[in-house]
Structure formats: structure tokens, C-alpha cells
């Protein structure tokens, strides 16, 4: 069945997450009114997710629904923000009321679950692509940020990385790989790491969230706060599925650039690591110390035996030559 611009909306993304009483007006005028509370600022974040570059064509609406939103909340996880609103732009081929119920389920149900209420956003025709501005809340002067991390702090990455990367090898490239339901839940199904990243304001030095692989969003880190740092290989914290691919390949390329991790990774001396540790325990995803920040700019990644290892690549790039 197709449905207007006008009743698509009403239908499926009218009443949209949760319902928050700092919404003055949401969807249905020309423009949202939120009420930022005082003290706070407002945290901003954009992402789009292209069929054919972002996504597999014809990949599940329900999934789309979940993952174009949370990618966005992981970016206010990694500034330490609380979720409170988001808008969604829609290009959309055609007007297919299936693929809008399970494409906005998916959407709806997240956003419920973190307290985000939809607001607005805009709806056209034109090859699937899907625009997630999220919004979030900070106490002032309290949000993380990439620049900061000092010499000697401890590097630290939550989760497990890779699995996203493998499972994408096995959707498209047919890869035979261990457990592939675990393996695409983690990369259609990211979980944004809010609690953690909310927890981590006034606790580390530099936080960035890993999207376009280890290497590239480390190396943002690195650059910001104008350090290097040393990566231990071994140190790297990888699922079963993927750690059977190691064993099997050798190739570290996954955990280390393998984008779509959606994991936080964050910088903090030392001497809070026991906090850390402890506050950790009430976190339903484990955390791992990778590495150490050093002085000399430069992102060495060692081997088990002490060696270098070479990186095969870094991150996505999609200007990259
Ligand atoms: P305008 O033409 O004034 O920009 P629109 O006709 O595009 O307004 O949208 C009408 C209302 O529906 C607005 O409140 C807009 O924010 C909302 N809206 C449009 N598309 C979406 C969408 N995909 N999700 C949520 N709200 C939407
Ligand atoms: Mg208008």
C-alpha cells in the first residue's frame, strides 16, 4: 500500500518514542520547541546512512529503524550527553506502508528505550537514504571531548571490536564465519553506550566513539590532544566468532579498521583506573585497557612479541582516493 507525505508521517511517526514534557511542540508545525533546561548545553549530532554505502540494498527496515538512530546516540554517548530529542529525515523511493511500519517500529522502539522523543524531520522522494539529527543534554562545561588525553594516560575501549567488520564479510563477501545471528546483531543492532558515556564526565581525559574503526577514531583522539600512542594487539578485546577468524587469518585489519563498532574508546590517567574499574561493574558492557598515551605524536601498534605491527589500513574514508 502507498500513503501520502502527510499520512505516512501522521501514521507512522507522529507519536514516536517517548513523550517528554519539555516538548513544547513536536511533529505537526514548521518547527519543534524544546525547553533546555538551565545549566545545561545542548548537544548536536548528524548522521546519514546511504543505501549501497552505509547499508546492504533491501536490508531490514526494522533494523535500518534501530541502527540510523542509534549511530547518532552514540555520538552523545561519546560526549557524555543524555538523550532528548531526535529528527529523522527520509528519502524514500516509494511510500511502502510494510517497509514504513518495520522501518519506524525499529526507530520508535529505541527511541523509547533511551527517552528520546521524535520531533520532526522532513520526508522526500528520491534513492533510501535516512538522516538522524540527535539531541542531547550536558551539564555546562561537563561533556567529553577528543582533545585532552596526556602522556601517560591509559587508553580503554568498551565492548568487544570487529564484529561488525566480519559480520559485513559474511553478508557480502560470503565469509563462512562462527555464530553469524550474534555476528549481525552486532552490526545491524549497535547498542549506544549512554550509561557508560555519562558516567565517564569528569573521569577521563578524551573520548571519541569508534565508528569508522580503532585506528582512524583513536588516531582523532591523537591528533586533537596533540599525543601518540602505543596499541597492544593482544590487549585488543574480540568476541568468539572473531577471534576464531583470527586464529584461522592472522588478519588484525577487523579490530583494528573495521568501521560500524559503534564502541567507546577514551583516555584517563591511571590513577583513576580503580574508579573505573568499579563503576564499570554496574555497566552491561565490559571495558579494556588497549594501550598507553605517549609523548611522540604517532600511533604504534605492538605485536604479542613486542614487535611492531604494521597496520593494513585505517578507517573508512569516503573521499579517500
Ligand atoms: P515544512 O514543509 O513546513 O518543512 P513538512 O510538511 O515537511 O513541513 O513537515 C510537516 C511536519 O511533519 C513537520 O512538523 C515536520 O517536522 C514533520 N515531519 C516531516 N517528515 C517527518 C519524519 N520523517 N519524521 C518525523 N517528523 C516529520
Ligand atoms: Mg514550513
Redesign the pocket.
Known amino acids: 500500500m502507498t500513503l501520502s507525505?502527510?499520512d505516512l508521517?501522521d501514521r507512522?511517526?507522529?507519536r514516536?518514542g517517548a513523550a517528554r514534557d519539555d516538548v513544547v511542540l513536536?511533529?505537526?508545525?514548521?518547527?519543534?520547541l524544546l525547553r533546555v533546561p538551565a545549566g545545561t548545553e545542548l548537544a548536536l549530532t548528524l548522521d546519514t546512512l546511504v543505501e549501497g554505502v552505509h547499508f546492504l540494498p533491501g536490508s531490514d527496515p526494522r533494523s535500518l529503524g534501530h541502527k540510523v538512530l542509534a549511530v547518532s546516540l552514540s555520538d552523545l554517548a561519546a560526549m557524555g550527553a543524555e538523550p532528548a530529542w531526535a529528527?529523522?529525515?527520509?528519502t524514500l523511493p516509494e511510500s511502502d506502508a510494510t517497509w514504513l511500519e518495520a522501518f519506524s517500529g525499529g526507530f520508535c522502539r529505541l527511541a523509547r528505550e533511551f527517552g528520546v522523543q521524535?520531533?520532526?524531520?522532513?520526508?522526500t522522494r528520491g534513492p533510501l537514504a535516512l538522516s538522524v539529527e540527535a539531541k542531547g543534554l550536558v551539564p555546562i562545561g561537563r561533556a567529553l571531548r577528543r582533545a585532552g588525553a596526556q602522556a601517560g594516560d591509559l587508553i580503554v575501549v568498551s565492548g568487544v571490536l570487529g564484529d561488525a567488520g566480519l559480520a559485513l564479510r559474511a553478508l557480502r563477501d560470503g565469509l563462512e564465519v562462527d555464530d553469524l545471528d550474534y555476528l549481525r546483531g552486532r552490526l545491524e543492532r549497535p547498542q549506544p553506550r549512554l550509561a557508560l558515556g555519562r558516567s565517564l564526565r569528569g573521569l577521563v581525559s578524551a573520548a571519541i566513539d569508534i565508528s569508522d574503526g580503532l585506528v582512524a577514531d583513536l588516531g582523532h583522539i591523537l591528533d586533537s590532544s596533540g599525543v601518540g600512542a602505543i596499541v597492544e594487539l593482544g590487549r585488543l578485546p574480540c568476541s568468539k566468532p572473531l577471534s576464531a577468524y583470527l586464529a584461522r587469518s592472522g588478519d588484525w585489519s577487523l579490530p583494528l579498521s573495521a568501521g560500524d563498532d559503534y564502541e567507546l574508546c577514551f583516555t584517563l590517567p591511571s590513577s583513576r583506573l580503580a574508579v573505573l574499574e568499579q563503576l564499570a561493574e554496574d555497566l552491561p558492557c565490559r571495558i579494556t585497557c588497549i594501550g598507553e598515551i605517549t609523548r611522540e605524536p604517532g600511533l604504534h601498534i605492538r605485536s604479542a612479541d613486542g614487535s611492531d605491527y604494521r597496520s593494513l589500513s585505517s578507517g573508512y574514508d569516503h573521499f579517500a582516493a
Do not use: M, S
Open positions: 507525505e502527510f508521517i507512522f511517526f507522529h514516536c513536536g511533529v505537526g508545525d514548521d518547527a519543534a529528527t529523522l529525515a527520509l521524535l520531533v520532526g524531520g522532513d520526508t
